[in-house]
């Protein structure tokens, strides 16, 4: 298994997310997101460590992941002494926090095992505390029904309405949990390019982000881990965020953006428009 950092060079980009996730009418996009897609880059790099080996001991039976089928890797890496697994669910590893992608390489190489690490979470519990949604229902367990990041990128329908307003601007993903683990003052910068910022998605307003035209999302989406998600969602979860910041007192701009969207061809985002525009004052 093999483990790529993600985090920013900006020293102060948890207090900078905080600000971001205070401010209703910008957008949030978790971080992991907001550069080119993960799964590609950290399954190239595997796919180049296997030739690396291949051409030191000839051919060897091997498979790569990332996230890319149901392999479960935060076990596997937790076994496997990468660090343990926190509060969150998410890997921990005391040099380096959580924010980091895992690379899986099967193989039939007769290798040695690792030890697993220790827990090194002790009594804390701002993970739980910081979660909108209350979706860290216990430590080490997690419902992922009420988990932002399921409810933003792997639902495929209607957003429930209980959960929307805690939603806030959160378009693509969440990353509370890990904003407010300490172990992440020691995360580590990205050395890979790849997962630099792209479109300004970490500076962008909602009402732009909602102007987009499916070609404009189709182009500018290319090649991120974002793509994925579709038109159709992208814009339903944009409305529930447009009508979060309607509800703390919205610009005009919100309030038109949504009106030119009323009568969207997708009946999805009809619906979530049509929620949004009721939560103006």
Known sequence: MVTLDYAPE?????????RTLAQPERAFVSRYALGRDYHKVVRQRLGRLAAR????????????????????????????????RGKH??????????TFFIGTLYTDLPLAADAPTADHCGRCRRCIDACP????????????RRCISYLTI???????????????????GCDDCQLACPWNRFARVAEVPDFAVRNRLDSASLV??????????DS??????????GYERWLRNLAVALGNALARGGAAAVVAALRARA????????EHVGWALAREP
Request: proline letters at 6%; glycine letters at 10%; one cysteine or more.
């Open 208 to 217: 732009e982000l909602f102007g987009w035209t499916r070609a404009q999302f």
């Open 53 to 84: 080996v291949e051409r030191e001991i000839g051919p060897f039976g091997h498979r790569v992941f990332c996230d890319s089928a149901p392999v479960m890797e935060v076990e596997l890496a937790r076994r496997a002494g990468l660090g343990w």
């Open 10 to 18: 900006d020293p102060d980009w948890v207090a900078n997310a905080w």
């Open 89 to 98: 669910t998410l890997l921990l590893d005391a040099r380096r926090g959580s």
């Open 154 to 172: 792997e639902l495929k329908g209607s957003i429930p309405e209980a959960l929307r307003p805690a939603i806030g601007n959160r378009i693509h």
């Open 133 to 144: 949604t209350g979706a860290i229902v216990a430590p080490y367990r997690l419902d992922a």
């Open 220 to 229: 500018r989406m290319a090649g991120s881990a974002i793509l994925r998600i």
């Open 263 to 270: 009568d969207d061809p997708s009946a999805l985002v009809r």
